[in-house]
């Protein structure tokens, strides 16, 4: 798993504890997004970066909150979380999410379990 | 809600027989279509993406695509057990954020294919 790469892989939160999920994509790629996906329901959409810059995705809670110090990092910062958060979280990333046929790929995913 | 709606499975076919997985999009405006797989556990892997109308083979894969009916289908020919995984139906949508319009992946939920032996 060279191309994106996640960390840790899993992870075990109290819902008062403040934690990070990092992302880092060895592909040399302009964009980066996050995703998350529960049992039974499609992959969701949390939040988009190109060359660094955020675009709002606004149904995201404020207690996930998202960092992008370089076009090859995104770190998910998580607070005060609450069990329904428990989910696979996946980063991926693309050449340019502004071209048609921009194809995404994905790293392992973080596992994350809110007790 | 620009939405993407996969067949409802899960979908058992013996080994060699042709899995078919299809998946409908409603927005019209789309012109990108992935399908990737996931194995249970692991994180999506593409394995197949089509822009234009019609068939694209790529081994034992083939996409189909159909603008007009807004429908992409997978076979897969000779389906073996290391087949059997969820694929996901992806087709890029677009969004505005800030004034700009953007496109997305909009993922389907998804159809769980068990080939047996």
């Known amino acids: 798993e060279t191309g994106v790469t996640q960390t840790p892989r899993h992870l075990v939160m109290g819902m008062t504890n403040k934690k990070s999920l990092k992302c880092e994509q060895h592909?040399?790629?302009?964009?980066m997004y996050w995703y998350k996906q529960s049992a039974k329901k499609p992959l969701e959409l949390m939040f988009v970066?190109?060359?660094?810059?955020?675009?709002e995705n606004n149904s995201v809670p404020s207690r996930f909150s998202p960092e992008c110090p370089n076009s090859s990092h995104l770190f998910l910062h998580l607070h005060t979380l609450q069990p329904e958060d428990s989910a696979l979280y996946l980063c991926?990333?693309?050449?340019?999410?502004?071209?048609?046929?921009?194809?995404?790929?994905f790293g392992p995913g973080t596992r994350l379990t809110v007790l | 809600q620009k939405e993407v709606e996969q067949n409802s499975g899960p979908l058992s076919v013996p080994e060699g027989a042709i899995a078919s997985l299809n998946c409908t999009y409603s927005?019209?405006?789309?012109?990108?279509f992935f399908w990737y797989r996931q194995y249970s556990g692991k994180s999506p892997e593409l394995i197949m993406s089509?822009?234009?109308?019609g068939d694209k083979e790529d081994g034992r894969f083939t996409a189909q695509l159909n603008k007009a009916s807004q429908y992409v289908s997978l076979l897969i020919r000779d389906s073996q057990p290391s087949d059997s995984a969820t694929y996901l139906c992806?087709?890029?949508?677009?969004?505005?954020?800030?004034?700009?319009?953007?496109?997305?992946?909009?993922f389907g939920q998804g159809t769980i294919l068990t080939v047996h032996p």
């Open positions: 592909l040399g790629h302009n964009a």
């Open positions: 927005d019209r405006g789309s012109q990108s």
């Open positions: 089509i822009y234009s109308n």
């Open positions: 991926a990333s693309s050449q340019d999410f502004r071209q048609d046929g921009d194809t995404q790929y």
């Open positions: 992806a087709v890029n949508t677009e969004f505005n954020a800030g004034g700009t319009s953007y496109g997305k992946l909009t």
């Open positions: 970066y190109s060359l660094e810059e955020r675009v």
